[in-house]
């Protein structure tokens, strides 16, 4: 199934992060906190200015962001946990 955000919306995927600590201990999945960043799956259009004119997102397909704790609505598609949330949302694109 194909998914197409609209407006300023984007579908994020979780990027897991090491799940040990600096000491080398193993955290279990339900003492672990969901990881804030992610790959961007898809994008919007963009959302509408005053004017009504459609202004372009400054994310893409492929970026890493970083994003809040508790952003965006949680889905499963075709069997993926994924992300939907406003462009708002995310606070930076990771690079390097």
Do not use: C, N, Y
Not at 12 to 21: H, L, M, P, S
Not at 46 to 64: E, F, I, T
Not at 79 to 93: A, N, P, Q, Y
């Amino acid at each position: 199934m194909k998914f197409r955000p609209l407006h300023d919306r984007v579908v994020v995927r979780r990027i897991d992060e090491d799940q040990k600590t600096a000491g080398g201990i193993i955290i279990p999945d339900t003492a672990a906190e969901k990881p804030q960043t992610g790959e961007v799956l898809a994008a919007g259009p963009g959302g509408r200015d005053d004017d009504g004119k459609v202004q372009p997102l400054d994310v893409k397909k492929g970026d890493k962001v970083l994003f809040g704790k508790w952003s965006g609505t949680e889905v499963k598609i075709d069997g993926d946990d994924l992300l939907i949330m406003k462009e708002s949302d995310i606070m930076g694109v990771l690079q390097g």
